[in-house]
T-cell receptor, first 113, second 114 residues
Framework: DQQVKQNSPSLSVQEGRISILNCDYT??????FLWYKKYPAEGPTFLIS?????DKNEDGRFTVFLNKSAKHLSLHIVPSQPGDSAVYFC????????????FGKGTRLSVIA | DSGVTQTPKHLITATGQRVTLRCSPR?????VYWYQQSLDQGLQFLIQ???????AKGNILERFSAQQFPDLHSELNLSSLELGDSALYFC?????????????FGPGTRLTVT
């Protein structure tokens, strides 16, 4: 049972345009969400997080939106750059307690110059 | 560079063997996590250590064990290896005990069991 789903295995976007990566979750106890980026032969790198008390968090070109009623979050990258080409993982957990992060299977983003 | 180091980068071994993967966390981080990533799968949490003590366990097989030493480095021991254990194994660290926090990942160890 996948509690965190990234339904698009891949996404291709032109340089300079917006990239939108989506993530859905099923566990209503999740209230802390993170996005990680992974290049080949490297470990995942933390990008941005959001807790359920907010519906938007911004860091430079990266913005995460959270829709709690739809159990959906998205990562927007504007403008997209070739260096953003990587696999993006969504992860979630409850803030309280010490519960492991649950990761999605990832979306491979290709930014075409 | 996350500051988390893992050795070795690659490991090829035969079924039935035992291997040890090593992880050094970022300076100052007390929590170490181990994850397994099999083909086409997300990262699966295996186990967490905090300041030398086991803090949380995930879907870790009984054939697998881990420990965290006084200098905070950690080792993941995999024994009686099977073909299905072939995967990327990541170590991550964070400064606090709660898992609801940014974790910093090492580059991973690619294990191939033949």
């Amino acid at each position: 049972d996948q509690q965190v789903k990234q339904n698009s295995p891949s996404l291709s976007v032109q340089e300079g345009r917006i990239s939108i990566l989506n993530c859905d979750y099923t566990n209503s106890m999740f209230d802390y969400f993170l996005w990680y980026k992974k290049y080949p032969a490297e470990g995942p790198t933390f990008l941005i997080s959001i807790s359920s008390i907010k519906d938007k968090n911004e860091d430079g070109r990266f913005t995460v939106f959270l829709n709690k009623s739809a159990k959906h979050l998205s990562l927007h990258i504007v403008p997209s750059q070739p260096g953003d080409s990587a696999v993006y993982f969504c992860a979630a957990s409850p803030i309280s307690g010490n519960t492991p992060l649950v990761f999605g299977k990832g979306t491979r983003l290709s930014v075409i110059a | 560079d996350s500051g988390v180091t893992q050795t070795p980068k690659h490991l090829i071994t035969a079924t039935g063997q035992r291997v040890t993967l090593r992880c050094s966390p970022r300076s100052g981080d007390l929590s170490v996590y181990w994850y397994q990533q099999s083909l086409d799968q997300g990262l699966q949490f295996l186990i967490q250590y905090y300041n030398g003590e086991e803090r949380a366990k995930g879907n870790i097989l009984e054939r697998f064990s881990a420990q965290q030493f006084p200098d905070l480095h950690s080792e993941l021991n995999l024994s009686s290896l099977e073909l299905g254990d072939s995967a990327l194994y990541f170590c991550a660290s964070s400064p606090i005990s709660s898992m609801s926090y940014e974790q910093y990942f090492g580059p991973g160890t690619r294990l191939t069991v033949t």
